[in-house]
Each structure stands twice: as C-alpha cells, then as structure tokens.
C-alpha cells in the first residue's frame, strides 16, 4: 500500500520545501500538511492534484510503482551458461546486468578451455585471474595473466582468453558496456 503521507513528506524535503511553503503553495495550511504527511488526515483528488502539482509532479507519477533499486544479489540471482564444446561456464552476477553500464561475469575454464572470440566494441574490459592462470589475446598480441593478476584493455580488436594449463582457472571479468 503507497503511503500518501510519507511519499508527500520526501518529495517536499527533495524539493527543500518547509511546510509553510508548501502549504503557502497551495493555498492550504500548514496544520492541514502536518496532518496529510503523518496520515491523519486524506486529501481529496483535487487537493491532492494541486499539492503535487506544487511539488512538480502528477498524479500519474506520484502513484506510479517505482521498485527500489536492488544492491545485494545473491547466489540465487546468477545465472549459469555452460558451453562443454569450448570448456568454459560463465556465471552472470548481476541479473539483467545488460541495462546497467557494465557486466560483471565469473568465467571458469577447464584445462584447454576458452571463451569466444569477441569482436571489437566500444567500452573497456577488465578481469582479475581468481585461480589458474590464462592467456589473454588481444588482436595478434596474447599475455600470460596469473592468478592474483589483472588486466584491463580497450577492446578495438578480436579478444578472448584460453586457459593452456593443466588446472580449472577462474577470471572475474567486467565489460562495459555489457556484451556477453
């Protein structure tokens, strides 16, 4: 259930409005505001209307549902792709990470495992090697990335990473904007 009251109360301190001035705003007084924000008391349609209007908003907006922003994401928000042709899995961490301006995945290679060839794009990737080590191939340039090691390059030509040892690796890798 939305809390008229509260909801009236954020957007009037957002705005670094008092009470006085909201209610001077509106043509209501300030008694009437303290009511309305502690849900004492209910506005009709058009006295709510001009009260938001006073606050730059609509009724529309106001009542639409704006689900807060997810910030912790737990093991049973990844998701999990297996390619056993290639060896490699890749762990999403962050779900539906391809609306935000980057994406963090886990990759795990087997022994002889790699990723795809991604093509050149814009943005930036970065990876930390977790365990094992892999080789990085940046256009006709490759690196040796251990573990505890990083890398972070500007992806303008065909790159992947492969993992020639003879141990699982694990890579936390970051691109932006997201392509995986």
């Not at 606050?55 to 106001?62: I, P, Q, V």
């Not at 365990?131 to 500007?154: I, M, N, P, Q, W």
Request: hydrophobic share 40%; aromatic share 8%.
């Amino acid at each position: 259930m939305i809390d008229i009251g509260d909801r009236i109360k954020q957007r009037r301190i957002k705005l670094g409005l008092t009470q006085e001035e909201l209610a001077a705003r509106t043509e209501l007084s300030k008694g009437f505001i303290s009511q309305l924000e502690r849900n004492l008391t209910s506005p009709s349609i058009a006295t709510l209307t001009d009260i938001l209007e006073a606050l730059g908003t609509d009724l529309s907006d106001f009542f639409s549902a704006q689900p807060e922003e997810k910030v912790v994401f737990s093991a049973d928000d990844v998701f999990v792709k297996e390619d056993d042709e290639v060896g490699h899995s890749i762990h999403w961490l962050i779900p539906n990470a391809q609306k935000n301006a980057l994406e963090p995945i886990l990759v795990t290679l087997v022994p002889g495992g790699r990723v795809w060839e991604d093509d050149p794009h814009e943005g930036e990737e970065f990876g930390y090697v977790l365990s094992g080590s892999v080789v990085l191939h940046v256009g006709e340039r490759s690196f040796k990335v251990k573990k505890g090691a990083s890398f972070c390059f500007k992806p303008s030509e065909v790159h992947y990473i492969e993992n020639p040892g003879r141990s699982e690796a694990r890579v936390l890798w970051v691109s932006t904007p997201p392509s995986f």
